[in-house]
């Protein structure tokens, strides 16, 4: 017995981590959230390249569609490889079948020039036909300048903008210099520390796996309404079990909670890509709704079509080989790990 439903989409991800698996222990052990940027992250954006960049962002790709992901909204970083690396995301995850919306995450973690040329990212890609938002890391990297910058690119290029808001204490002045800036297309990711009533129109990126492994608290999404989807935070894009874990977490928070809330979190993804309601699904269980799917483990996508073109069959993709595609991703990281 089989279901078919539309394709998923993962609302927040960053696809160039995908290489990180397996990579080499910090310095020391971070114990905040803010020494997980520093020592963890910070680290590895800074050494990828683009060629890291294309077989992480295939890899990414392949396994979102593998979990039925058909569209995945994407935040990249990779300062000492800014330049034609939207494209390069774009590109690879095309050749999986699997729709993508890029972003560059502009900060001034890299100095004046480093934002600049974030900024350019965004403007080029975006200008020459690509698909995306305008990105920007986080207010508490940012200077005013550069906020205001991004949202004035976004403005002019009618996209919005897509920026991690209040995922730890460090960005806690985020509310009041987002304000006078943002808009509803804008995309909020996480809003773990946002206070109640901010006054931030947008949609709010709900990462509840995400959350947890960095120790940054529960967002209690319910607060901001129907303006939520669920995204990863770049662990992989496997939606059902990122609703799964919503779900569970939502139920720890309050008993009361109902499995429908998150799979309302998990559907408002079509409304970043309404493309994927045509996109078509074909699960190995029968009944794909709210309260079986978050109490079933191991369902899988057997087919995957996508603007009428089967890119998974009997749960192999169609267009790439994914055992090639893993064994050059497996090259990329040992590159990487190497420089780290």
């Known amino acids: 017995m089989t279901a078919t439903t539309p394709g998923l989409v993962c609302g927040h991800h960053h696809l160039y981590s995908a290489l990180a698996r397996g990579m080499p222990p910090p310095p020391r052990t971070p114990t905040d959230f803010g020494a997980i940027l520093e020592l963890i992250w910070w680290r590895l954006d800074t050494a990828l390249d ?4 294309r077989w992480s962002a295939m890899l990414g790709a392949l396994e979102a569609l593998e979990q039925g992901t058909t569209a995945i909204v994407d935040h990249h970083e990779s300062p000492n490889a800014i330049e034609g690396s939207l494209s390069v995301i774009a590109g690879a995850c095309a050749e999986v079948g699997v729709r993508v919306v890029c972003a560059y995450g502009v900060t001034d973690r890299h100095g ?10 965004n403007r080029r890609f975006l200008a020459e036909g690509g698909r995306g938002l305008v990105g920007v890391h986080a207010a508490f990297t940012c200077s005013d300048a550069t906020l205001e910058a991004a949202a004035g690119l976004a403005t002019d290029l009618g996209v919005g903008v ?28 996480h809003a773990v520390h946002l206070p109640e009533d901010p006054g931030l129109p947008g949609t709010i990126a709900h990462n509840p796996r995400s959350n947890l492994n960095n120790g940054v608290g529960y967002a ?12 990863s935070d770049g662990i992989g894009a496997a939606m059902l079990e990122e609703f799964q874990l919503a779900y569970v977490c939502h139920r720890a928070d309050d008993v009361t909670a109902s499995p429908e809330t998150a799979w309302g979190w998990l559907a408002a993804g079509a409304e970043l890509v309404p493309e994927v309601a045509s996109d078509e699904v074909t699960w190995s269980y029968a009944r794909m709704d709210a309260w079986h799917v978050a109490f079933t483990p191991g369902i899988r996508p057997v087919r995957v079509v996508v603007d009428g073109e089967v890119v998974l069959e009997h749960g192999r993709p169609t267009r790439v080989d994914a055992d090639e595609v893993r064994a050059k991703a497996a090259e990329q990281a040992a590159r990487l790990h190497a420089r780290l």
Not at 224 to 231: A, D, I, K, T, Y
């Open 50 to 53: 683009l060629e890291m960049l």
């Open 112 to 121: 004046a020039d480093g934002a600049q040329r974030g900024l350019e990212e």
């Open 162 to 189: 897509h920026v991690h808001v209040c995922e730890g204490t460090q960005d806690h002045a985020a509310p009041e210099r987002l304000r006078p800036l943002a808009r509803e297309d804008w995309l909020l990711a």
């Open 220 to 231: 209690r999404p319910t607060r901001f309404g129907s303006r939520v989807v669920l995204g």
